[in-house]
């Protein structure tokens, strides 16, 4: 399963990249202006949230999507609000819990439950409220387990353990998952892995 930053997505068979080539494969045909933000192997029975800069998020049944040919460019996923993008995409599954940070360091834990799965292609709802300077950096899922790694653009690295980020609806803004007064002035957060 991949995602772009303009809201694409696509779905195709792993036996379609069975043939080695020295020059590599071409997985999908992209605009111009767009990216590959995200790919996850999947088993088609889950559903699949998609996350913006501006913190619209919609959740949708991976079958919504059909399997596609290796240069097919896809269809869409969610539709953009103007200067919007795709920041986050991640396989959702019952009793997990989605994770939404921003590039300042506030963040949250909200179950997957709460994001209602609608049809691809829609407008979506809030995931998480953004301020003018504060915009959506990354959503994943996780569990209480995980190691959250969390990267700036200053070349520093945090870590926290799932657990200690609070618990909020999807309509809260979160917490100050990161003592913003560690970042320096300019830093944000760049990348988010666990």
Not at 51 to 66: C, K, L, N, P
Not at 78 to 102: F, S
């Amino acid at each position: 399963f991949m995602a772009t930053r303009l809201g694409t997505v696509k779905k195709t068979e792993l036996m379609e990249y069975d043939t080695a080539r020295k020059g590599g494969l071409i997985a999908i045909t992209l605009d111009e202006d767009d990216e590959l933000i995200g790919v996850k192997k999947t088993n088609g029975e889950r559903y699949v949230i998609l996350g913006t800069r501006q913190g619209i998020s919609i959740a949708f049944a991976e079958d919504d999507v059909r399997a596609m040919g290796r240069t097919a460019v896809g269809v869409r996923g969610i539709k953009l609000r103007e200067g919007d993008y795709v920041v986050g995409a991640a396989r959702a599954q019952e009793g997990k819990e989605v994770l939404t940070i921003t590039e300042k360091g506030y963040g949250k834990k909200t179950p997957v439950e709460e994001y209602r799965i609608t049809n691809r292609g829609g407008k979506g709802v809030k995931g998480m409220p953004t301020k003018e300077k504060d915009f959506v950096e990354n959503l994943l899922i996780t569990t209480t387990h995980h190691t959250i790694l969390f990267f700036t653009n200053r070349g520093r690295v945090y870590h926290l353990k799932a657990y200690e980020i609070a618990e909020a609806s999807r309509a809260a803004k979160g917490t100050a998952i990161i003592n913003l007064l560690q970042l320096e002035k300019d830093e944000k957060i760049t990348a988010v892995i666990q």
